[in-house]
């Protein structure tokens, strides 16, 4: 299990008492580079000062050399060394604490000290994590400035550790015990956990990847294998870098904050499914149509609709019934299914409203819709999804209530048919080299690729049928191999 380590300007800075963590001097740390060789310990700098070539410095450079996640990092000191470093982030910042006390005579006291993206003021709660997201420090001082009609930062800087009185020491120790706790840790692996993977997660979510018991299935596998599982949740973004890798289950959007997650976790170091560049290729239809069509992979027959001038061409060239596409819709939502050129006109016309592009396609009727997972540039699973009863997607979100899903069958991966997994693995290989979910049709004129899914599902009892805990033990290796490179 990754450790946490302590630096300190002192041996006196830090009484033992205040943590369980190992407690050292920067000093001892900077010299004693084999001290942690073949871990992976979490280190928090303590230093008084993190000026440019002071010790504490060093401690966060050789760190870096050294493969150990610490906080701050060089990066973090040198972008607050100058405002014009930093000013990109002021007017998100900004408006979160201008929000916070809203248009009364209100002000919060100046200047404000975050620990950990933890402050006392209720109403800072979210600016402190902001912050702590934009520049993760374990103590930070914002300065406000004093004219102005709505709280607006002058400054963002280090807290002075060293001249701390009592209040804000105490403060600063129960924020670093928050910050290095643990949750929702699942059951005990038999042997000591190497490695803790955070998975991305919502609770409320109606259609997840994967489910919570899913999840925990996984927990268990990985958990043999070395690896400790811990959910998290949107609220968690501070906390990432306490992780080794991270899996996010969430439904993926480049508008949102798994798109975050995910740049975060690739500023950190750790491998991520999915990945942000991932995410941008599969999200949007538009581009992976174009995509595949380049690299040789069959498609149906599309036409790309930005206005009503494209209406005749998408009638003459594809006929109806046809289907049309919002460019980023998930899980068949923003996928229907127009009759004639007076359904397509209205529908198209109300879409084109919140996007420059929709994309129409032939429409092909199945039975069913293959799905190959792929990970790391290899077959995972195999999977026939059926259609939903009485519909023509596999989820129909039009009935009332829940959204109804069709049966499926799965195969094992030497029983799929080898054109189906060869055409999956062409398809995900011109994405990258994470998890993916290859929906393709098999009809009389041969296979078309329908979409590349960058968090396809991953149900315990599902795409698992066949393969069995293999997949799991899979997942879990490709992280693993990728933290130890």
Not at 2 to 10: C, E, M, Y
Not at 110 to 133: N, T
Not at 334 to 343: I, L, M, P, Q
Not at 403 to 417: H, M, N, S, V, W
Request: neutral net charge.
């Amino acid at each position: 299990m990754s450790q946490w380590v302590i630096l300190v300007g002192r041996p006196s800075d830090l009484d033992n008492a205040a943590t369980p963590h190992k407690i050292m001097t920067s000093r001892d740390y900077i010299a004693r580079p084999a001290l942690f060789r073949g871990q992976r310990p979490k280190i928090i700098n303590l230093s008084r000062t993190y000026a440019y070539q002071s010790r504490g410095y060093y401690a966060s450079l050789l760190a870096e050399a050294r493969g150990h996640r610490i906080v701050p990092s060089v990066e973090t000191m040198i972008d607050l060394s100058e405002k014009k470093l930093y000013e990109n982030a002021l007017p998100e910042l900004d408006a979160v604490l201008a929000r916070a006390f809203g248009k009364t005579d209100e002000r919060p006291a100046s200047p404000i000290r975050i620990y950990f993206g933890f402050c006392d003021e209720p109403k800072l709660e979210r600016f402190g994590k902001l912050v702590f997201d934009w520049f993760r420090a374990p103590a930070l001082e914002i300065t406000l400035e004093s004219d102005t009609e709505v709280p607006k930062i002058r400054k963002i800087g280090f807290a002075p550790l060293g001249k701390l009185d009592a209040v804000e020491t105490s403060r600063l120790h129960a924020a670093l015990a928050r910050y290095t706790a643990r949750e929702w840790r699942p059951g005990k692996a038999k042997t000591p956990a190497k490695y803790t993977f955070a998975t991305l997660y919502d609770p409320k979510e109606q259609l997840p990847p994967s489910s919570v018991d899913s999840l925990k299935h996984w927990a268990r596998i990985a958990g043999r294998m070395g690896v400790d599982v811990e959910p998290i949740t949107r609220k968690d973004l501070p906390r990432l870098a306490n992780f080794d890798a991270l899996f996010i289950r969430e439904t993926t959007s480049i508008s949102d904050h798994t798109y975050r997650f995910a740049r975060r976790a690739v500023q950190e170091g750790m491998p991520v499914i999915d990945d942000p560049i991932s995410m941008i290729r599969c999200t949007n239809k538009v581009y992976l149509n174009e995509l595949m069509e380049a690299n040789g992979v069959g498609t149906p027959p599309s036409v790309m609709i930005g206005g009503k001038e494209d209406f005749e061409r998408a009638c003459d060239d594809l006929g109806f019934p046809m289907v049309l596409k919002i460019p980023d819709g998930s899980f068949s939502r923003g996928v229907k299914r127009v009759a004639d050129r007076a359904e397509l006109e209205a529908l198209a016309t109300a879409w084109l409203e919140d996007t420059d592009l929709l994309i129409a396609q032939k429409y092909m009727p199945t039975e069913f819709d293959w799905r190959i997972g792929v990970l790391g540039g290899q077959p995972l699973f195999a999977v026939q999804y059926m259609m939903a009863k009485a519909h023509w997607q596999i989820i129909n979100h039009d009935r009332p209530g829940r959204p109804d899903e069709g049966r499926f069958k799965a195969f094992t991966l030497a029983d799929a048919p080898p054109e189906v997994l060869d055409c999956g693995l062409r398809a995900a290989r011109c994405i990258g080299d994470g998890f993916y979910g290859v929906d393709l049709k098999e009809t009389r004129d041969g296979l078309f690729l329908i979409e590349v899914n960058d968090n396809p599902n991953l149900e315990h009892g599902v795409e698992d049928f066949a393969e069995k805990d293999e997949v799991w033990t899979r997942l879990t290796r490709w992280f693993i191999d990728r933290i130890e490179r």
